[in-house]
């Protein structure tokens, strides 16, 4: 019977070639996009999950409240020790703190400057995982002078893998003795090539133990069986004060946090997960319109397969056995749509890995996950698939078929409102896609308030802050370089903040988080700033050591209408007020420009900012490693583009425009499908209309319009339901932003307007053709 079944299942795919392309083609693009997506899913999913101990870990926040609530992943480290011996639900205290800007790392063989460095607690590899392949966990990180470093970086380093015992250089002169060697990273969040001691940071860096100083993440380790509430609830009683300002503490489990690593007044709101809710609600939204699609295009044969199923009736045959072999053909063409989606992923991973920054492989270790769950997308699609048309062709009365009736009864209204709704999924990935490039191209287009074009900018090391005052002579002798400054931060990712500003007239309650920023002579001419008062620091008043330059936002928050003159007390002191700045964006667009401070620190140690003249880009760069390579030889020179950081802040944006745009073309290609279906199914029910139409004197235009005009319905309908819908997800989506477009009109439109044209350019070759059909040809069949 199976095999009976099989043989008449493949026998009508083979007669009617042209649909079983398009079903199977359509389903393949659903299922490749669905498990495309699927990966990206599972890799998010398994971020930081290699841990056996995970479910134990918690990481110890901190709302504070400075000018409105904050959360801090990072606290003081006498906030944990104070909690640790009070509360016998913690196991211990783990720490690690990321190394942040570049670090010179070196031997008598080798020197490399690398950012990928962390600091830790003797207790961290007891309870993370990361693989060590020499050296011994319980004991790698005691000895505070101890130093861990990947194999890649043995390599460089000492020519071979095993190299416990080595010596390794820090710039300041200090050595440090490896202990272990890191295996290839796992999939976590927190990668390091260097892994020093918490221990040596802070003797080198006293401050870190400073009860205000918050700076290293660190997590609780609580016993089995702990009310994670209740305990929460304890120790929220304990709280820091900062700045005149308690602090409320708070926990997140480990697991958590890369996904859900987004607060708002003092609670998780996002992060990570919401993308991959956006992305898993569009591996379903695509799956369905296939879904959808290989429905319509189904019953669309169904005058085709009519006689089949009367006769098959007729000699006996159950309902039921023709539903199972219907939904066989089904399931057969689901298969092969899988087979093709394989092939199909195969290939396209790369890209797909390219477009998200995710190395992402449809093999390895996890092709056993990949392919169950693509099994079971196949069946539960094919089930879908495969119900309706096997239900509503196996429904044909034997007496009605075989007299020549195989018009459908009912269903009509069905596969109008299916595709009433492909089009409205498609209309909202048309509108999303128009929205998200709208918004990315506003980020990029906005005025920041200062310019990133054409600005070199390079993270000193202890060789160029020891020869700064040659290498400043020398860089500004350069024909290519404009201009030159100094700072303590990137002027577009500036994350610090203080509540050390005070002012005469300050509210007692009132305590701003205000972000410092120490820059040099000529910053604000080099980095493009206006100013809206005042003036810039001058080498020409030597008071404005002590003097301060602050941005419009500070001056307002602080109630100053006229803020020349004024004196406000910082990290330098009490001091006046020389000048205030115009807004500019020091950090992302997702949050307000809020108060700024500038101090002037001639030669502020952290970064050399370089202004090029334009079209002197190649030539400037050689320039600037020349003088590098003459007076700081033995240190290497790692230079960035300002406007590549910039990119590097709105990667996320960028990959969500390109596949918004990927997704919702191949949306609109399998929408386009179904309504093929649609235009298919309909010729055929009309064919005897059509006929006398065309004997009656209807020219091909004629009966053209009349046709499109049944087939354009349902795409209006879907424009009418969709646009509200689409207008609520991506006004929520644009409120994540401070800064962000104005949804208009022309939006909507223009979606409808490229919704309708390709919805026309479907239709039309199919009604054309039915048009085009020879009268007599179908007639004679009645």
């Known amino acids: ?83 640790y011996p009070k509360y016998p639900e913690i196991e211990t205290v783990v720490r690690v703190m990321d190394g942040g800007s570049l670090a010179l790392f070196k031997t008598p063989a080798y020197t490399e400057k690398t950012a990928s460095y962390a600091y830790a607690s003797p207790n961290f590899l007891e309870y993370f995982d990361y693989p060590l392949l020499y050296g011994d966990r319980q004991t790698a990180l005691k000895n505070p002078e101890a130093v861990l470093i990947s194999k890649e970086m043995a390599i460089k380093f000492y020519g071979k893998v095993n190299a416990v015992g080595e010596a390794l250089q ?216 495969g119900s309706y048309p096997a239900f509503a062709l196996s429904r044909f009365a034997p007496v009605r078929v075989l007299k020549g009736d195989t018009k459908a009864t009912g269903g009509n209204l069905f596969r109008k409102n299916l595709v009433v709704l492909q089009f409205v999924l498609s209309f909202g990935f048309i509108v999303g896609s128009i929205g998200v490039y709208c918004q990315t191209q506003y980020i990029y287009s906005r005025n920041l308030g200062m310019d990133r074009e054409n600005i070199v900018y390079i993270q000193q090391d202890k060789g160029s802050r020891e020869n700064m005052d040659a290498i400043d002579q020398a860089l500004r002798q350069l024909p290519q370089v404009k201009s030159l400054t100094y700072s303590s931060w990137l002027p577009i990712a500036l994350e610090s903040t203080s509540a050390d500003l005070d002012w005469e007239g300050r509210p007692d309650k009132l305590v701003l988080s205000t972000s410092p920023l120490r820059v040099s002579y000529d910053f604000l001419s080099t980095m493009g700033i206006e100013l809206a008062q005042g003036r810039d620091f001058s080498r020409k008043f030597s008071s404005d050591s002590a003097a301060y330059i602050i941005n419009e936002s500070a001056a307002r928050m602080m109630n100053m209408k006229d803020p020349l003159g004024k004196y406000i007390s910082f990290w330098q002191g009490k001091g006046e007020i020389i000048g205030v700045v115009k807004d500019f964006h020091f950090n992302s667009m997702h949050k307000e420009i809020g108060p700024m401070v500038m101090m002037l620190s001639p030669f502020a140690s952290d970064y050399i900012m370089i202004k090029l003249h334009k079209g002197a880009t190649a030539a400037g760069v050689a320039g600037i490693q020349n003088v590098f390579k003459t007076l700081n030889p033995g240190y290497p020179m790692n230079y960035h583009f300002l406007d590549e950081e910039f990119d590097r802040l709105y990667s996320s944006e960028t990959m969500l425009k390109r596949l918004a745009a990927v997704f919702a073309a191949i949306a609109i290609f399998i929408s386009c499908l179904g309504l093929l279906g649609l235009s298919v199914y309909t010729a055929e029910q009309r064919k005897k209309e059509i006929c006398i139409r065309k004997v009656l004197g209807a020219s091909v235009t004629e009966v053209t319009t009349t046709l499109s005009k049944e087939y354009l319905k349902p795409v209006l309908i879907a424009i009418v339901i969709a646009t509200p819908i689409s207008w609520y997800v991506l006004h929520s989506w644009l409120n994540s932003y401070a800064y962000h477009i104005s949804l208009t009109a022309w939006m909507f439109i223009g979606a409808a307007v490229i919704a309708i044209v390709i919805a026309v350019a479907t239709v039309s070759v199919q009604s054309i053709r039915a048009a085009r059909t020879n009268p007599v040809k179908y007639l004679k069949s009645e």
């Open 1 to 83: 019977m199976i095999k009976n079944y099989l043989l008449i299942a493949f026998r009508s795919l083979r007669k009617n070639r042209f649909f079983t392309l398009v079903n199977v083609l359509g389903l393949a693009f659903g299922l490749t996009v669905c498990m495309l997506i699927v990966c990206w899913v599972m890799d998010e999913y398994s971020v930081d999950k290699f841990n056996k101990n995970g479910h134990k870990l918690y990481r110890l926040h901190a709302n504070e409240h400075w000018g409105g609530m904050q959360t801090l992943a990072t606290t003081p480290i006498a906030m944990a020790d104070r909690l």
């Open 170 to 385: 820090l710039e300041d002169g200090a050595s440090l003795l490896v202990t272990g060697i890191l295996d290839d990273m796992p999939n976590a969040s927190r990668k390091f090539d260097v892994l020093q001691t918490l221990a040596f940071n802070v003797k080198q860096n006293p401050w870190l133990m400073r009860p205000g100083s918050f700076s290293v993440s660190q997590y609780l380790v609580l016993r089995e069986g702990t009310d994670l509430k209740a305990f929460t609830a304890k120790i929220q009683q304990e709280a820091v004060v900062s700045g005149g300002q308690k602090e409320e503490l708070w926990l997140q489990p480990f697991e958590d946090i890369y996904l859900h690593g987004r607060y708002d007044n003092g609670k998780v709101v996002g992060g990570r997960i919401e993308y991959v809710r956006l992305f898993l609600i569009t591996a379903l939204i695509v799956l369905v319109i296939a879904c959808i699609n290989f429905m319509n295009l189904s019953t669309a044969q169904a005058s085709k397969r009519g006689k089949e199923v009367g006769v098959r009736k007729s000699l006996g045959a159950p309902r039921t056995s023709l539903v199972l072999q219907f939904a066989g053909e089904a399931m057969i063409m689901t298969l092969i749509a899988a087979l093709l989606a394989c092939a199909a992923i195969a290939c396209l991973i790369p890209f797909f890995s390219d477009l998200t920054g995710k190395s992402l492989s449809f093999s390895g270790t996890n092709i056993s996950k990949y392919l169950l769950v693509l099994l079971l997308v196949t069946i539960v699609t094919g089930l879908i698939a």
